[in-house]
């Protein structure tokens, strides 16, 4: 026992090095950590001189699931990859699979795809920036952002029947269309949003404690994130302007006026600032997409890609055996591979699928914006403070359902 202190065993000293360093780790007890990442840091004195993140705590198994089920019945289990905003998750790997199938779903349907993924991108960048002010003491922030969100948990719920899992894609199409008063209460919806954003702005923006913890912190060059395949607000705020949605246009993305906002120094406080603007575009675009929003079906007309009605299913012959086929068979593509890839709330969401003609993908391989994220994270913190890692770590948006896919 230590003479000092006779509670403590003899080996509770931290691990020290040659040079006088220390080496701690931190998470994934942490509450900044969330329970799945873990970083052995190496310290002199405040100052990080190493680090090494580490993930293997979550193990969900998303792509093995996936090649187990009927194609359709993927469709949850992408929900549960970025569960901030699921729907991009649906409405990206749903994509995949009509591209894989050489088919395009009803005007309607992609508009109606559209709506729904910016309403994701806006829960994302408010789950975010929220969650990442209450863990720098700024708590009030948070009960504004998360207040906006639940405006929007509520207009996705009307249309999908799920708040955080909706599940609203199917290949071909959707499992309902909107309902008859979505336009009017997406407007008080995002009258919300806009209220709450800016109280939180007014609050943080030119707080000077809540921009000496970002400015500079966890700075990256453009160079050298692109080097490490980071995209998203991430990339954007060293002033690259990718993004998926611009560089190659699915759904309807082309008929719509919106910027992509960029920074110019790449540390926390540009990926704040480009999430802020963000929030503002896609509210742009949701607002475009509901003035222009078309008439028509939602679902693809083959019966060997959706379920028939109903009415079919009962006074039908084919209708009834389409039925049968397809919920026990799934859809079946043709033999092949593709690549789809949508922009998440984090950066380049892709699905890389591999058919071999049944109803089951043969491979399903998800490209995650969030795993390039953190293997650069060590590169980030490095130099920086251990105060420091708490803010870089909530400003690259780790979400461990599609990290630990």
């Not at 090494?52 to 792509?63: P, Q, S, T």
């Not at 926390?268 to 997409?289: K, P």
């Not at 890389?352 to 109803?359: A, H």
Request: one cysteine or more; aromatic letters at 8%.
């Amino acid at each position: 026992m230590d003479r000092k202190n006779p509670d403590l065993p003899k080996n509770w000293e931290l691990e020290k090095l040659e040079d006088g360093r220390l080496v701690l780790n931190m998470g994934p007890s942490h509450p900044a950590m969330h329970g799945i990442v873990r970083i052995l840091l190496t310290v002199d004195g405040e100052r990080v001189t190493d680090a090494d993140a580490e993930i293997g705590y979550l193990h969900r198994g998303f792509e093995k699931t996936c090649e187990n089920v009927t194609w359709n019945q993927c469709v949850p289990y992408t929900d549960r990859l970025n569960y901030v905003s699921p729907f991009i998750n649906n409405v990206g790997f749903a994509l995949a699979v009509e591209k894989l199938m050489g088919i395009e779903t009803p005007a309607r349907c992609q508009y109606i795809r559209v709506i729904m993924s910016e309403i994701s991108r806006i829960t994302d960048h408010l789950t975010c920036l929220g969650a990442n002010a209450m863990e720098l003491s700024a708590f009030t922030v948070y009960f504004y952002l998360i207040n906006a969100r639940e405006a929007l948990y509520r207009l996705g719920d009307s249309a999908a029947g799920g708040r955080v899992t909706p599940a609203y894609t199917r290949v071909g199409g959707l499992t309902r269309d909107l309902p008859p008063d979505f336009k009017r209460d997406a407007a008080e919806a995002l009258a919300s949003v806009r209220r709450n954003v800016a109280d939180a702005e007014k609050m943080l923006t030119r707080n000077r404690i809540f921009h000496d913890r970002l400015r500079g912190t966890g700075a990256i060059s453009k160079e050298e994130a692109l080097g490490m395949s980071f995209t998203g607000p991430a990339l954007r705020s060293t002033g690259v302007p990718l993004d998926v949605r611009k560089a190659t246009p699915y759904l309807v993305y082309d008929r719509f006026d919106f910027d992509i906002p960029v920074g110019s120094n790449g540390d926390n406080y540009d990926r704040y600032l480009v999430r802020l603007e963000e929030i503002r575009q896609s509210a742009r675009i949701i607002e475009q997409a509901l003035a222009q929003l078309p008439d028509g079906p939602v679902n693809h007309p083959a019966y060997d890609v959706i379920l028939p009605p109903k009415p079919e299913v009962y006074n039908s012959i084919e209708g009834l055996m389409a039925h049968f086929k397809l919920t026990f068979e799934g859809v079946k593509p043709p033999a092949g591979e593709v690549y789809q890839a949508v922009e998440g709330g984090n950066g380049e969401v892709g699905f890389y699928l591999v058919s071999d003609g049944s109803g089951r993908p043969w491979r399903l391989r998800l490209r995650p914006p969030c795993f390039p994220l953190t293997a650069g994270l060590p590169k980030l913190i490095k130099g920086g403070y251990i105060a420091d890692i708490v803010a870089t770590f909530g400003q690259i948006n780790m979400i461990g359902g599609e990290l630990e896919r």
